[in-house]
Nanobody
Framework: QVQVVESGGGLVQPGGSLRLSCAASGNIHSISTMGWYRQAPGKERELVATITSENSTNYADSVKGRFTISSDSAKNTVYLQMNSLKPEDTAVYYC????????????????WGQGTQVTVSS
């Protein structure tokens, strides 16, 4: 009863920028944390960045200084601004949301989106 939908991926040249968006909807009481993860072919899924409801952020070392995570709590939406993109940033980017639902506020559920492809290539 909670949906998480990503958008904004695409093909970009090295050094370029992209902005990803992720919106959570449904029976949401509150969201404690939203974050971005990525998975490149043949590799495990890895954390990119997270943001809490108190706007505390955390970044992977590989993206610090290049990526910025932000959120609009009123819209249950999180953004990932990606600058100075490198070929090694190529991956499917997934959004994860930690949600307390309207019918079970004492439990935190984890919801993932379907992913959006980011390809950095000349």
């Amino acid at each position: 009863q909670v949906q998480v939908v990503e958008s904004g991926g695409g093909l970009v040249q090295p050094g370029g920028s992209l902005r990803l968006s992720c919106a959570a909807s449904g029976n949401i009481h509150s969201i404690s944390t939203m974050g971005w993860y990525r998975q490149a072919p043949g590799k495990e899924r890895e954390l990119v960045a997270t943001i809490t409801s108190e706007n505390s952020t955390n970044y992977a070392d590989s993206v610090k200084g290049r990526f910025t995570i932000s959120s609009d709590s009123a819209k249950n939406t999180v953004y990932l601004q990606m600058n100075s993109l490198k070929p090694e940033d190529t991956a499917v980017y997934y959004c994860k949301s930690l949600v307390r639902t309207s019918y079970s506020v004492s439990v935190v559920y984890q919801y993932w989106g379907q992913g959006t492809q980011v390809t950095v290539s000349s």
